[in-house]
Protein backbone atom coordinates (compact mmCIF):
# COMPACT_ATOMS: atom_id res chain seq x y z
CA UNK A 1 0.00 0.00 0.00
CA UNK A 2 1.40 3.21 -0.91
CA UNK A 3 2.45 5.56 2.53
CA UNK A 4 0.59 8.99 2.94
CA UNK A 5 3.07 10.15 4.78
CA UNK A 6 6.48 10.79 4.77
CA UNK A 7 9.04 9.78 7.95
CA UNK A 8 11.80 13.13 7.90
CA UNK A 9 15.79 11.95 7.57
CA UNK A 10 16.29 13.77 11.42
CA UNK A 11 14.31 13.92 14.63
CA UNK A 12 14.12 17.48 14.41
CA UNK A 13 11.61 18.51 17.41
CA UNK A 14 8.17 18.75 16.23
CA UNK A 15 7.32 22.43 16.41
CA UNK A 16 3.97 23.74 17.49
CA UNK A 17 2.02 26.77 16.00
CA UNK A 18 1.66 28.35 19.80
CA UNK A 19 5.60 28.59 19.15
CA UNK A 20 4.50 30.99 16.63
CA UNK A 21 2.97 33.44 19.46
CA UNK A 22 6.56 33.68 20.70
CA UNK A 23 5.44 34.56 24.08
CA UNK A 24 9.33 33.81 25.49
CA UNK A 25 11.77 36.05 24.47
CA UNK A 26 15.58 34.89 25.40
CA UNK A 27 16.70 32.05 23.25
CA UNK A 28 20.07 32.08 24.09
CA UNK A 29 19.30 31.97 27.69
CA UNK A 30 17.04 29.17 27.52
CA UNK A 31 19.60 27.36 25.66
CA UNK A 32 22.70 28.96 27.93
CA UNK A 33 20.72 27.07 30.60
CA UNK A 34 20.43 23.58 29.10
CA UNK A 35 23.81 23.70 28.23
CA UNK A 36 25.28 24.90 31.65
CA UNK A 37 26.67 27.61 30.49
CA UNK A 38 26.88 31.22 31.40
CA UNK A 39 26.51 32.49 27.76
CA UNK A 40 25.87 31.76 24.17
CA UNK A 41 25.70 33.69 21.22
CA UNK A 42 22.77 33.17 18.61
CA UNK A 43 23.42 33.45 15.42
CA UNK A 44 21.56 33.25 12.06
CA UNK A 45 22.92 29.85 10.81
CA UNK A 46 25.95 27.54 12.13
CA UNK A 47 27.78 28.66 8.70
CA UNK A 48 27.80 31.92 9.94
CA UNK A 49 29.02 31.31 13.39
CA UNK A 50 31.95 29.40 11.86
CA UNK A 51 32.65 32.55 10.00
CA UNK A 52 32.83 34.65 12.93
CA UNK A 53 34.48 32.51 15.14
CA UNK A 54 37.23 32.35 12.44
CA UNK A 55 37.07 35.71 11.96
CA UNK A 56 37.72 36.48 15.58
CA UNK A 57 40.16 33.84 15.02
CA UNK A 58 41.99 35.58 12.12
CA UNK A 59 41.84 38.76 14.32
CA UNK A 60 44.01 37.10 16.89
CA UNK A 61 46.48 35.30 14.49
CA UNK A 62 46.22 37.66 11.53
CA UNK A 63 49.67 35.38 9.53
CA UNK A 64 47.53 32.18 9.38
CA UNK A 65 45.05 31.37 6.52
CA UNK A 66 44.34 28.09 6.49
CA UNK A 67 41.85 25.64 8.11
CA UNK A 68 41.64 22.33 8.29
CA UNK A 69 38.34 20.17 8.48
CA UNK A 70 37.88 16.51 7.99
CA UNK A 71 37.50 15.16 4.55
CA UNK A 72 33.55 13.60 5.45
CA UNK A 73 31.61 17.03 6.59
CA UNK A 74 29.03 19.14 5.33
CA UNK A 75 29.57 21.13 2.35
CA UNK A 76 28.93 24.26 3.74
CA UNK A 77 31.95 24.47 5.70
CA UNK A 78 33.75 24.32 2.61
CA UNK A 79 32.07 27.27 1.29
CA UNK A 80 32.90 29.48 4.58
CA UNK A 81 36.25 28.88 4.25
CA UNK A 82 36.05 29.82 0.91
CA UNK A 83 33.98 32.96 1.54
CA UNK A 84 36.13 34.33 4.16
CA UNK A 85 39.13 34.07 1.53
CA UNK A 86 40.60 31.36 4.26
CA UNK A 87 42.14 28.24 1.93
CA UNK A 88 41.34 25.21 3.22
CA UNK A 89 43.33 21.53 3.79
CA UNK A 90 41.24 18.22 4.88
CA UNK A 91 42.33 15.51 7.03
CA UNK A 92 41.05 12.22 6.75
CA UNK A 93 38.93 10.35 9.47
CA UNK A 94 40.14 7.62 11.41
CA UNK A 95 39.34 3.89 10.11
CA UNK A 96 35.98 2.96 11.02
CA UNK A 97 35.62 5.82 13.50
CA UNK A 98 33.68 9.78 13.03
CA UNK A 99 36.93 10.89 14.40
CA UNK A 100 39.38 12.95 12.43
CA UNK A 101 42.69 11.14 11.94
CA UNK A 102 45.19 12.57 13.89
CA UNK A 103 48.28 11.37 11.91
CA UNK A 104 46.30 12.89 8.79
CA UNK A 105 45.61 15.80 10.64
CA UNK A 106 48.91 16.49 12.00
CA UNK A 107 50.46 16.06 8.37
CA UNK A 108 48.56 19.23 7.46
CA UNK A 109 49.52 21.11 10.64
CA UNK A 110 52.00 24.02 10.34
CA UNK A 111 52.77 27.44 10.90
CA UNK A 112 50.26 28.54 8.47
CA UNK A 113 47.44 26.74 10.27
CA UNK A 114 44.74 29.24 12.03
CA UNK A 115 42.31 26.93 12.93
CA UNK A 116 41.02 22.97 12.93
CA UNK A 117 37.74 21.80 12.82
CA UNK A 118 36.83 18.78 14.77
CA UNK A 119 33.31 17.68 14.02
CA UNK A 120 31.01 15.69 16.44
CA UNK A 121 28.90 14.02 13.10
CA UNK A 122 25.40 12.91 13.21
CA UNK A 123 24.75 13.36 17.23
CA UNK A 124 28.00 11.35 17.93
CA UNK A 125 30.54 12.98 20.10
CA UNK A 126 34.28 13.28 18.73
CA UNK A 127 37.49 13.06 20.83
CA UNK A 128 38.39 16.99 21.06
CA UNK A 129 40.77 16.17 23.57
CA UNK A 130 42.61 14.17 21.52
CA UNK A 131 43.06 17.47 18.56
CA UNK A 132 43.53 19.62 21.57
CA UNK A 133 46.99 17.67 22.53
CA UNK A 134 48.20 17.30 19.23
CA UNK A 135 47.99 21.81 18.94
CA UNK A 136 48.90 22.42 22.02
CA UNK A 137 50.94 25.44 22.12
CA UNK A 138 51.13 25.99 18.36
CA UNK A 139 48.68 28.77 18.39
CA UNK A 140 45.78 26.59 16.10
CA UNK A 141 42.22 27.43 17.35
CA UNK A 142 40.17 24.56 17.79
CA UNK A 143 36.60 25.39 16.81
CA UNK A 144 34.25 22.53 17.64
CA UNK A 145 31.65 21.43 15.05
CA UNK A 146 29.00 20.50 17.06
CA UNK A 147 26.21 21.36 13.95
CA UNK A 148 24.15 18.40 14.36
CA UNK A 149 24.72 17.23 17.93
CA UNK A 150 23.27 20.32 20.34
CA UNK A 151 22.65 18.37 23.85
CA UNK A 152 25.18 15.91 23.68
CA UNK A 153 27.77 15.72 26.53
CA UNK A 154 31.35 14.66 27.66
CA UNK A 155 31.90 13.73 31.10
CA UNK A 156 28.26 16.02 32.32
CA UNK A 157 29.29 18.91 30.21
CA UNK A 158 28.43 20.15 26.90
CA UNK A 159 30.51 19.53 23.95
CA UNK A 160 31.99 22.50 22.30
CA UNK A 161 33.31 23.60 25.52
CA UNK A 162 36.62 21.76 25.35
CA UNK A 163 38.23 23.47 22.42
CA UNK A 164 38.35 27.51 21.90
CA UNK A 165 34.80 27.48 20.27
CA UNK A 166 31.51 25.40 19.88
CA UNK A 167 28.81 25.90 17.36
CA UNK A 168 25.92 24.49 17.28
CA UNK A 169 22.95 24.72 14.10
CA UNK A 170 19.54 25.41 14.16
CA UNK A 171 19.03 24.68 10.40
CA UNK A 172 15.41 22.91 9.50
CA UNK A 173 15.56 19.67 10.43
CA UNK A 174 18.70 19.75 12.86
CA UNK A 175 16.96 18.60 16.32
CA UNK A 176 15.91 22.30 17.41
CA UNK A 177 15.11 25.09 14.50
CA UNK A 178 14.54 28.22 13.60
CA UNK A 179 14.70 27.30 10.08
CA UNK A 180 17.87 28.70 9.71
CA UNK A 181 20.38 29.71 12.61
CA UNK A 182 23.28 28.76 15.43
CA UNK A 183 24.68 28.87 18.62
CA UNK A 184 27.80 29.31 20.18
CA UNK A 185 29.18 28.40 23.30
CA UNK A 186 32.83 29.27 24.41
CA UNK A 187 35.14 28.62 27.65
CA UNK A 188 36.48 31.82 27.40
CA UNK A 189 33.97 34.66 27.29
CA UNK A 190 36.27 36.68 25.32
CA UNK A 191 35.36 34.96 21.76
CA UNK A 192 31.65 35.16 22.33
CA UNK A 193 32.06 38.88 23.10
CA UNK A 194 34.54 39.36 19.98
CA UNK A 195 31.66 37.37 18.01
CA UNK A 196 29.27 39.54 19.14
CA UNK A 197 30.81 42.52 18.39
CA UNK A 198 31.33 41.37 14.65
CA UNK A 199 28.16 39.92 14.33
CA UNK A 200 26.28 43.70 15.47
CA UNK A 201 28.31 45.39 13.20
CA UNK A 202 26.80 43.10 10.06
CA UNK A 203 23.95 45.34 8.10
CA UNK A 204 20.33 44.53 8.93
CA UNK A 205 19.05 42.89 6.01
CA UNK A 206 15.45 43.42 7.47
CA UNK A 207 13.87 42.08 3.79
CA UNK A 208 15.93 38.98 4.30
CA UNK A 209 15.19 38.26 7.82
CA UNK A 210 11.20 38.58 6.77
CA UNK A 211 11.56 36.25 4.65
CA UNK A 212 13.21 33.63 6.96
CA UNK A 213 10.20 34.31 9.50
CA UNK A 214 8.20 33.61 6.14
CA UNK A 215 10.49 30.17 6.05
CA UNK A 216 9.83 29.35 9.57
CA UNK A 217 5.93 29.82 9.52
CA UNK A 218 6.33 27.35 6.92
CA UNK A 219 8.69 25.05 8.70
CA UNK A 220 5.67 25.30 11.41
CA UNK A 221 2.58 24.18 9.28
CA UNK A 222 4.67 21.43 6.97
CA UNK A 223 6.97 19.74 9.68
CA UNK A 224 4.29 16.85 9.99
CA UNK A 225 4.08 13.16 8.39
CA UNK A 226 1.55 14.39 6.11
CA UNK A 227 2.54 17.79 4.18
CA UNK A 228 5.99 16.14 4.30
CA UNK A 229 4.97 13.81 1.69
CA UNK A 230 4.91 16.96 -0.38
CA UNK A 231 7.11 19.27 1.02
CA UNK A 232 9.81 17.19 1.64
CA UNK A 233 9.43 13.45 -0.16
CA UNK A 234 8.37 14.51 -3.42
CA UNK A 235 11.26 16.47 -4.69
CA UNK A 236 13.30 13.91 -3.03
CA UNK A 237 11.85 11.88 -5.23
CA UNK A 238 12.18 13.87 -8.43
CA UNK A 239 15.87 14.52 -7.87
CA UNK A 240 16.21 10.77 -7.63
CA UNK A 241 14.65 9.78 -10.15
CA UNK A 242 16.89 12.62 -12.01
CA UNK A 243 19.91 10.61 -10.74
CA UNK A 244 20.35 14.06 -8.75
CA UNK A 245 21.59 12.63 -4.99
CA UNK A 246 23.40 15.72 -3.97
CA UNK A 247 20.08 17.67 -4.98
CA UNK A 248 18.00 14.78 -2.90
CA UNK A 249 19.71 15.67 0.35
CA UNK A 250 20.19 19.24 -0.30
CA UNK A 251 23.89 19.02 -0.29
CA UNK A 252 24.21 21.62 -2.73
CA UNK A 253 24.31 24.87 -1.48
CA UNK A 254 25.35 28.42 -3.11
CA UNK A 255 28.85 29.79 -2.53
CA UNK A 256 27.22 32.79 -0.52
CA UNK A 257 26.49 33.02 2.98
CA UNK A 258 24.24 34.93 4.26
CA UNK A 259 25.71 37.26 7.47
CA UNK A 260 22.92 38.93 9.67
CA UNK A 261 21.26 38.99 12.52
CA UNK A 262 18.70 36.71 13.58
CA UNK A 263 15.75 38.75 14.27
CA UNK A 264 13.95 38.71 17.99
CA UNK A 265 10.44 37.19 16.95
CA UNK A 266 12.33 34.41 15.32
CA UNK A 267 14.34 34.01 18.27
CA UNK A 268 11.30 33.89 20.45
CA UNK A 269 9.81 31.34 18.48
CA UNK A 270 12.90 28.96 18.33
CA UNK A 271 12.88 29.86 22.86
CA UNK A 272 9.49 28.58 22.84
CA UNK A 273 10.23 25.56 21.32
CA UNK A 274 13.66 25.18 23.02
CA UNK A 275 11.62 24.71 26.35
CA UNK A 276 10.52 20.89 24.74
CA UNK A 277 13.99 20.06 23.60
CA UNK A 278 15.58 18.27 26.87
CA UNK A 279 12.77 16.26 27.37
CA UNK A 280 12.76 15.57 23.55
CA UNK A 281 16.18 14.43 23.49
CA UNK A 282 15.60 12.23 26.37
CA UNK A 283 12.85 9.96 24.27
CA UNK A 284 14.40 9.95 21.47
CA UNK A 285 17.58 8.73 23.09
CA UNK A 286 15.49 5.72 24.84
CA UNK A 287 14.24 4.93 21.97
CA UNK A 288 17.44 4.76 19.29
CA UNK A 289 19.24 2.80 22.56
CA UNK A 290 15.88 0.33 22.12
CA UNK A 291 16.41 -0.25 18.51
CA UNK A 292 20.25 -0.54 18.44
CA UNK A 293 20.51 -4.21 19.44
CA UNK A 294 18.00 -5.32 16.66
CA UNK A 295 19.96 -3.66 13.88
CA UNK A 296 23.01 -5.06 15.41
CA UNK A 297 22.18 -8.45 15.54
CA UNK A 298 21.99 -8.26 11.60
CA UNK A 299 25.28 -9.18 10.10
CA UNK A 300 27.35 -6.52 8.44
CA UNK A 301 25.40 -4.02 10.28
CA UNK A 302 27.67 -1.53 12.20
CA UNK A 303 25.61 1.38 14.63
CA UNK A 304 27.52 4.18 15.45
CA UNK A 305 27.32 4.57 19.47
CA UNK A 306 28.82 6.46 22.13
CA UNK A 307 32.23 5.86 23.90
CA UNK A 308 32.96 6.22 27.88
CA UNK A 309 31.93 9.44 29.24
CA UNK A 310 30.09 10.52 26.00
CA UNK A 311 26.79 11.12 25.94
CA UNK A 312 25.53 11.72 22.36
CA UNK A 313 21.92 12.66 20.63
CA UNK A 314 19.84 10.98 18.19
CA UNK A 315 18.96 12.24 15.36
CA UNK A 316 19.36 9.31 13.63
CA UNK A 317 20.80 5.84 14.15
CA UNK A 318 24.00 6.06 11.67
CA UNK A 319 24.35 2.27 10.24
CA UNK A 320 27.67 1.55 8.32
CA UNK A 321 27.16 -1.78 6.31
CA UNK A 322 29.88 -4.20 5.72
CA UNK A 323 29.93 -3.28 1.80
CA UNK A 324 29.02 -0.11 -0.71
CA UNK A 325 27.42 -2.73 -2.70
CA UNK A 326 25.32 -3.59 -0.37
CA UNK A 327 24.34 -0.12 1.38
CA UNK A 328 23.21 1.13 -2.22
CA UNK A 329 21.18 -1.86 -2.83
CA UNK A 330 19.56 -1.11 0.48
CA UNK A 331 18.97 2.72 -0.11
CA UNK A 332 17.27 1.56 -3.16
CA UNK A 333 14.31 0.16 -1.89
CA UNK A 334 14.73 2.34 1.54
CA UNK A 335 15.31 5.89 0.31
CA UNK A 336 12.34 6.50 -1.52
CA UNK A 337 10.12 4.64 0.96
CA UNK A 338 9.09 7.48 2.92
CA UNK A 339 10.32 6.04 5.54
CA UNK A 340 13.06 8.09 6.85
CA UNK A 341 15.96 6.25 5.39
CA UNK A 342 18.90 8.67 3.78
CA UNK A 343 22.67 9.50 3.88
CA UNK A 344 24.40 12.01 5.93
CA UNK A 345 26.03 13.60 3.16
CA UNK A 346 26.23 12.19 -0.22
CA UNK A 347 30.53 12.74 -0.93
CA UNK A 348 33.55 13.12 1.00
CA UNK A 349 34.33 16.62 0.40
CA UNK A 350 36.73 15.73 -2.50
CA UNK A 351 33.71 14.03 -4.75
CA UNK A 352 31.46 16.91 -4.96
CA UNK A 353 31.82 18.43 -8.02
CA UNK A 354 30.63 22.14 -6.89
CA UNK A 355 33.30 22.32 -4.10
CA UNK A 356 36.45 21.14 -6.78
CA UNK A 357 37.82 25.08 -6.60
CA UNK A 358 38.06 24.73 -3.03
CA UNK A 359 38.69 21.35 -1.89
CA UNK A 360 42.54 20.24 -2.58
CA UNK A 361 43.02 16.94 -4.05
CA UNK A 362 44.06 14.44 -1.40
CA UNK A 363 43.47 10.74 -0.59
CA UNK A 364 41.32 10.66 2.11
CA UNK A 365 40.30 6.94 1.70
CA UNK A 366 38.54 6.54 5.23
CA UNK A 367 36.53 9.12 4.38
CA UNK A 368 35.56 7.91 1.19
CA UNK A 369 34.64 4.60 2.67
CA UNK A 370 32.54 6.02 5.18
CA UNK A 371 30.33 8.20 2.49
CA UNK A 372 30.13 4.55 0.28
CA UNK A 373 28.56 2.47 3.50
CA UNK A 374 27.04 4.77 5.60
CA UNK A 375 23.30 5.45 5.90
CA UNK A 376 20.86 7.09 8.14
CA UNK A 377 17.97 5.51 10.21
CA UNK A 378 15.69 8.29 10.95
CA UNK A 379 15.05 8.54 14.69
CA UNK A 380 12.33 11.21 14.83
CA UNK A 381 9.09 10.39 17.31
CA UNK A 382 6.67 9.45 13.83
CA UNK A 383 8.63 6.41 12.78
CA UNK A 384 6.62 3.82 14.15
CA UNK A 385 8.12 0.12 15.61
CA UNK A 386 6.54 -1.36 12.09
CA UNK A 387 7.88 1.13 10.50
CA UNK A 388 11.69 0.71 12.22
CA UNK A 389 10.89 -2.95 11.60
CA UNK A 390 10.11 -2.84 7.88
CA UNK A 391 13.80 -1.02 7.60
CA UNK A 392 15.23 -3.68 9.58
CA UNK A 393 13.80 -6.53 6.93
CA UNK A 394 15.01 -4.84 3.97
CA UNK A 395 18.46 -4.57 5.64
CA UNK A 396 17.89 -8.92 6.48
CA UNK A 397 17.21 -9.37 3.43
CA UNK A 398 19.94 -7.47 1.29
C1 LIG B 1 24.53 21.64 8.92
C2 LIG B 1 25.95 21.63 9.24
C3 LIG B 1 26.69 22.81 9.27
C4 LIG B 1 26.12 24.15 8.88
O1 LIG B 1 25.07 24.55 9.69
P1 LIG B 1 23.93 25.53 9.12
O2 LIG B 1 23.16 25.94 10.32
O3 LIG B 1 23.12 24.71 8.16
O4 LIG B 1 24.60 26.65 8.46
C5 LIG B 1 28.01 22.72 9.61
N1 LIG B 1 28.59 21.55 9.92
C6 LIG B 1 27.91 20.38 9.91
C7 LIG B 1 28.60 19.11 10.28
C8 LIG B 1 26.57 20.39 9.57
O5 LIG B 1 25.89 19.24 9.54
Known amino acids: ?214 ELIGYTLLYRPLPLRWAYGSPLRRALKHSDPVGAIGDRFPMEVPLHRMGAWRQGVGANAAHRLPQFLDARRRCALSRIDRLRAIPGVHVFTDRNGERGTWPTLLVRMDSAHRRDAVLDRLWTSGLGASRMFIHALPDYIELRDIVPRQQCPNALDLAARTLTISNSPWLRDEDFEAICQVLEAS
Not at 92 to 103: E, F, N, P, S, V
Request: with cysteine; glycine share 8%.
Open 1 to 214: MRRLTEIPPTAGLPPRLSDLLASRRDLAGALSAQLGVDNALVTCSGTAALMLALRVAQQRQPRRDIVVVPAFTCPLVAIAVRALGLRLRIADLAHDRLDIDLDSLRAQLDERVLAAVPTHLGGRVTDVAAVNRLVAGSGIVVIEDAAQSLGATIEGRSIGLAGDVGFFSLAAGKGLSTYEGGVTIARDPSWLEAMEALQNALPKQAAFERRRCV
